[in-house]
């Protein structure tokens, strides 16, 4: 099993939908998890990190679930401006190791 | 200056030259990295400094030689490379080896051999 699993999309969704990612992990030692967002040809970018409880960004919202370890993103009303690659990023155990980032999920948003 | 920087935003080079990328960030990181992400490709990890120390190196061929001077500072030296070490290079750095708190990108740098 991978460490960090994504499905790569593409999604293609149109404006104003919703959708949701989700992202499964191999290590239950894992401790901090994110969201990073590439656009083509451009760096990641920290998007949101994930906490136990959920968090929510706005239209963003992110979840974690240890006992599947599997963490997800939902966006809202999505706009054109969330067309980009959405990466998972997990902590690969405690302790100082470098961080796991997945393959990403495409998304793009069509008017 | 703030975040993380780096030099050039692009660069082409033969395949007998020599050129070196520069990696700097201005948060008070103590680890650093550089990746490459081929086209279309995912990130891949090639090496990690923490307090300037070399932690880990990804099987990466010995044409790639990473410096790090200061926990600010980091350089990838190039030489004799291939066309397909063509790709996009990033840096990071982060507050802990672990990644913790995330990492923050360089805007990287496009790097084309000819």
């Known amino acids: 099993r991978k460490e960090v699993e994504q499905d790569p999309g593409p999604f293609n969704v149109p404006e104003g939908a919703t959708v949701a990612f989700n992202c499964t992990y191999s290590?239950?030692?894992?401790?901090?998890f994110f969201w990073y967002r590439q656009d083509c040809r451009k760096e990641p970018k920290l998007l949101m990190s994930?906490?136990?409880s959920g968090n929510e960004d706005g239209r963003f919202t992110a979840q974690l679930n240890r006992a599947s370890q599997y963490i997800s993103l939902l966006i809202r009303d999505s706009k054109l401006s969330d067309s980009a690659t959405y990466l998972c990023?997990?902590?690969?155990?405690?302790?100082?190791?470098?961080?796991?980032f997945g393959k990403g999920t495409r998304l793009s948003v069509i008017a | 200056e703030t975040g993380v920087t780096q030099t050039p935003r692009h660069l082409v080079m033969g395949m007998t030259n020599k050129k070196s990328l520069k990696c700097e960030q201005h948060?008070?990181?103590?680890?650093m990295y550089w990746y490459k992400q081929s086209a279309k490709k995912p990130l891949e990890l090639m090496f990690v400094?923490?307090?300037?120390?070399?932690?880990e190196n990804n099987s990466v061929p010995s044409r790639f030689s990473p410096e790090c001077p200061n926990s600010s500072h980091l350089f990838l030296h190039l030489h004799t490379l291939q066309p397909e070490d063509s790709a996009l290079y990033l840096c990071?750095?982060?507050?802990?080896?672990?990644?913790?708190?995330?990492?923050?990108f360089g805007s990287g740098t496009r790097l084309t051999v000819v």
């Open positions: 990071a750095s982060s507050q802990d080896l672990g990644g913790n708190y995330g990492y923050t």
């Open positions: 290590n239950s030692a894992s401790q901090s």
């Open positions: 994930v906490y136990s």
């Open positions: 990023v997990v902590t690969r155990r405690p302790g100082n190791t470098p961080l796991v």
């Open positions: 948060l008070g990181h103590n680890a």
């Open positions: 400094y923490s307090l300037e120390e070399r932690v």
